[in-house]
């Protein structure tokens, strides 16, 4: 069984502009969280989603969305990015909202120029 | 709000035991975990343990939990050079939503 899988792996974007990330989450699953890690520090959690439905929110601004599809795959967007945006995106992947065990990807590495 | 805590290096010799500690403050913690992060890589799951128990042991690893003073470590038996990485502490509950709450992660470097 394939684990979760994030693209892109890299990206570098100017200031101001978009980006979107893709998860798609272990086959079974239906949750999907999004965590940011900043170099040298731990993740800090943006969102999660459940049955295409958001569940949580982390103190992000409204730059920052997301969406989860039928498939229970999901993208975040950020818009008008910003250099503090650099850092390393990671998708985790759950049976469910509530479900204990999280299982992460391999992260899609943001570089904001 | 919640705070989970760690130091920020650790440095054993092969074949030595490590044990990386974490303090959290959240009381109503329900699962805490060890992730491991290797350069330029995801996070693993390396195991966690209920709030209700004391310890979990998982062939090398080994966690140890103290409710009380909100302590919890993990002892890895015989380290390896493949045991360098980054360890996070992280804990969640039904008051974060579920949420996972971070410590900054401790880097545990080998000396051969």
């Known amino acids: 069984d394939a684990g979760v899988t994030q693209s892109p792996t890299h990206l570098i974007k100017t200031r101001g502009q978009h980006v979107t990330l893709r998860c798609s989450p272990i086959s079974g699953h239906k949750s999907v969280s999004w965590y940011q890690q900043v170099l040298g520090q731990g993740p800090q959690f943006i969102f999660q989603y459940y049955e295409k439905e958001e569940r949580g929110r982390g103190n992000f601004p409204d730059r920052f969305s997301a969406r989860q599809f039928p498939n229970y795959s999901s993208e975040l967007n950020v818009n008008a990015l910003l250099l503090g945006d650099s850092a390393l995106y990671l998708c985790?992947?759950?049976?469910?909202?509530?479900?204990?065990?999280?299982?992460f990807g391999p992260g899609t590495r943001l570089t904001v120029t | 709000g919640e705070d989970v805590e760690q130091s920020l290096f650790l440095s054993v010799r092969e074949g030595d035991s490590s044990v990386i500690n974490c303090t959290y403050t959240?009381?109503?913690?329900?699962?805490l975990y060890w992730y491991k992060q290797e350069p330029g890589a995801g996070l693993q799951l390396l195991t966690y343990?209920?709030?209700n128990m004391d310890m979990k042991q998982d062939q090398r690893l080994t966690v140890l939990l103290n409710k009380k003073d909100k302590h919890l470590s993990l002892r890895i038996a015989d380290t390896q050079t493949g045991d360098s990485a980054i360890y996070f502490c992280a804990e969640i509950n039904r008051d974060s939503n579920y949420q996972l709450i971070w410590g900054a992660g401790t880097k545990l470097i080998i000396k051969p």
């Open positions: 985790a992947s759950s049976l469910a909202a509530g479900s204990y065990e999280q299982y």
């Open positions: 959240d009381s109503s913690s329900t699962y």
């Open positions: 343990i209920f709030s």
